[in-house]
């Protein structure tokens, strides 16, 4: 849906710079300022369909001459009737372009200058030539230089404009760079105040682990009787002043990520993008080859895009640490009965059918470094089954074949991700 709207947009602009023009010796015959912008529209927007542009072009030229000559001079259809030649400049260019692109990889400077000089007046000659017929071939082929000096002119300004346009996205992508850097430098600072709280509490922790114990032994050894209710209720009354304080720490992250995050939202392409370059390095990192691919069904947006971050990203890397040297990992996308549907299918070690049960919860893990004595924490899952479940209203279950990979599946609501139903 994007694709199009770009088009509708890059059209009417089209249109709208028709307007610009010089009238050549030819009766109705315009040099435009559309000419220009159309080829770099269509660099611009690399990923629309030059065809369907084109024939956007064309109408939107048509209804613009229209609008702002033929109804102000009161000639409607003899303007329409003069304007046709000029759009079928712009279906041409579009499907020639179109035909172009299909066997480039891709359009550099020097292509599109090229590029645009040969569609240029290719497609000038097809719009004279339904103009004038056979007449647009005379002896001295004055008609024909003319429109190739244009077609050099107009690619000039074309490679100029889109090497000024390179230099503009550098500059606003180095702006924004700098102004993350900034944010995620204020984002830092307020964390390092909150995390030395947590710290501070880690001692407290161990004080009132320490007098636990002791309680238990004196139960456990019968001693100090008297003295159990009393200590008792002095643990409760510390571990309630560590509550408040941890409390005090969620609330503080917590507004450090409202106050600090883009909370925007993002399209499903996007993120999925991001996710694959970042997890096919921390692969790589590991000395594994692996292959991560995304088929994105139909693509969306969503404000809970840190959520599907979180998710797919745990997910992943589980995936990857189950895959010894090299493997794939599969992500498709599809929507199914109003959900969301997200299969994420890895060719690794697999699950095995006795920890199925556990593998959401909590604290459980299966990998332990055998030569240091370290186990993984567990909470990956754990983390992704509550964010699933309990901030996203979905669901999420293992099917695996025990040393042949394994497949998550995981629905999400429509509307809790989009905001909407379908």
């Not at 849906?1 to 109705?28: E, H, P, Q, T, W």
């Not at 922790?205 to 001693?223: G, P, T």
């Not at 604290?363 to 964010?387: F, H, M, P, Q, W």
Request: charged share 20%; aromatic share 14%.
């Amino acid at each position: 849906m994007r694709k199009y709207r770009k088009v509708y947009i890059a059209s009417f602009i089209v249109g709208l710079s028709s307007l610009l023009y010089i009238d050549f010796y030819i009766s109705n015959f315009k040099f435009s300022f559309a000419g220009v912008m159309f080829p770099l529209l269509l660099y611009i927007y690399d990923d629309s369909n030059p065809i369907a542009f084109g024939f956007g072009s064309g109408i939107s030229l048509l209804f613009f001459r229209w609008l702002f000559y033929g109804l102000l001079q009161g000639v409607l259809g003899q303007q329409l009737y003069y304007t046709m030649p000029e759009a079928v400049f712009y279906i041409a260019y579009g499907v020639m372009f179109y035909a172009i692109k299909k066997s480039i990889t891709s359009i550099t400077y020097s292509k599109i200058f090229i590029i645009s000089i040969i569609l240029d007046i290719i497609s000038n000659i097809l719009e004279t030539y339904l103009r004038l017929g056979e007449d647009l071939f005379p002896m001295d082929y004055k008609i024909i230089k003319t429109l190739l000096l244009v077609g050099v002119i107009r690619a000039s300004l074309v490679c100029l404009m889109v090497i000024g346009y390179k230099y503009y996205r550098l500059f606003l992508v180095k702006e924004e760079h700098e102004k993350r850097y900034r944010n995620l430098l204020q984002i830092t600072s307020q964390l390092k105040t909150e995390t030395y709280w947590m710290e501070k509490n880690m001692d407290y922790i161990e004080n009132v682990m320490s007098k636990a114990y002791q309680l238990f032994l004196n139960i456990n050894e019968d001693k100090n009787r008297d003295d159990w209710a009393k200590e008792a209720l002095e643990i409760a009354k510390d571990i309630h002043e560590i509550k408040k304080e941890y409390k005090l720490v969620v609330v503080g992250i917590e507004d450090i990520m409202a106050n600090r995050l883009d909370n925007t939202g993002m399209y499903f392409d996007e993120l999925a993008a991001i996710l694959q370059e970042s997890l096919e390095r921390e692969a790589k990192s590991q000395n594994k080859d692996i292959i991560i691919k995304f088929n994105i069904g139909k693509n969306f947006h969503t404000k809970n895009h840190y959520y599907l971050m979180s998710i797919f990203r745990n997910v992943i890397m589980n995936a990857i640490d189950s895959i010894d040297e090299k493997g794939n990992i599969t992500i498709s996308h599809t929507i199914e009965n109003d959900n969301h549907q997200f299969i994420i299918e890895d060719d690794g070690s697999g699950i095995k059918k006795k920890d199925l049960p556990h593998i959401f919860t909590p604290g459980y893990s299966t990998k332990i470094d055998y030569s240091t004595g370290e186990i993984n924490r567990g909470l990956g899952l754990a983390l992704v089954d509550s964010i699933v479940q309990v901030h996203l209203k979905g669901s999420i279950y293992a099917k695996p074949t025990f040393g042949n990979g394994c497949t998550f599946v995981i629905l999400i609501p429509v509307k809790e991700l989009e905001g909407t139903n379908i």
